[in-house]
């Protein structure tokens, strides 16, 4: 155990450099393209999904959750804010750069969280169209600023950047410390192999359990699928279902700012669904 610990702590130090870089320039750009994103997808139309799920994938510290104000607003569509969430890459992208992950490797799970979310953004606008007829009656847009929800939700952003960034560094980096530290301490108990065998036994369970763990409304659950994933405890297809489904804090923003609850359940019902296909997909193409 006392191994384990020296482990953890050991890995933690050296992940700390790269992450507070990464949140540093996650802080910049949301600083500098902040809301002219957020006009870009309000004035996107019915190219909403190609842009929202472009936009998506570049780490902004609060898009998703402008996303959720804009759709509760219905300035921007369902199939905007679907594609808006797949892509979002929340605390993904920090942990694997601060983990020297391969830049194949993280380009290649971009590439598909922004694929699958702008082709299932479309699809959702097109049935939604057909099915269901546009709500013409005017409703009251509210305007949200981007700045006010990264500061009371996220991220601190008007003490600047570097405060910012260093917050977020050590919030992240403790919730690492104890995620790694329970993994490694079930590696050491259980067996890597033993425990990769358990999840592999029952089809498709890492898949399920791990976009469910993308459903929690905060970094908690890209950290852990993350951390599995590097961990070699989840398959490929595992770790991009849990990661499509996980949207940062744009689901709690989603429930706060939307006073509809049928519509948010429907749309996490469908981010879940999508999490677990294209899962399931993914891991069938890696076996062939």
Known sequence: MIDVIKDTLFDAVKLLPFLFLAYLLMEYLEHKTGDKTKKIVQSSGKLGP???????????????????NLYAGRIITMGTLIA??????????????SEAAPIELILKILAIKLIIGVIAGFLIDGIHSIIIKKNKQKEDKTEEAIGH????????CEHGIFKSAFKHTINILVFIIIITFIINTLIYFIGEDNIAN?????????????????????????????????????????????????????ILVLFKSNKHIKDNIKIISILYLIGVISGIIIDLICKI
């Not at 998506?56 to 959720?68: K, M, R």
């Not at 808006?84 to 750069?97: H, K, R, Y």
């Open 84 to 97: 808006v969430f797949l892509s979002t890459s929340d605390e993904m992208l920090p942990i694997l750069i």
């Open 50 to 68: 190609l842009l929202g799920g472009i936009l998506g994938i570049f780490p902004q510290c609060g898009f998703s959750a402008a996303a959720a």
């Open 149 to 156: 929800i990264c500061e009371n939700e996220h991220c601190d």
């Open 198 to 250: 358990a999840i592999a036994s029952v089809p498709f369970i890492g898949i399920l359990v791990s976009s469910l763990l993308g459903l929690i409304p905060n970094c908690a659950g890209s950290v852990i699928i993350t951390e599995l994933y590097l961990s070699n405890l989840i398959s490929f297809g595992s770790m991009i279902a849990g990661l499509l489904v996980g949207s940062g804090i744009g």
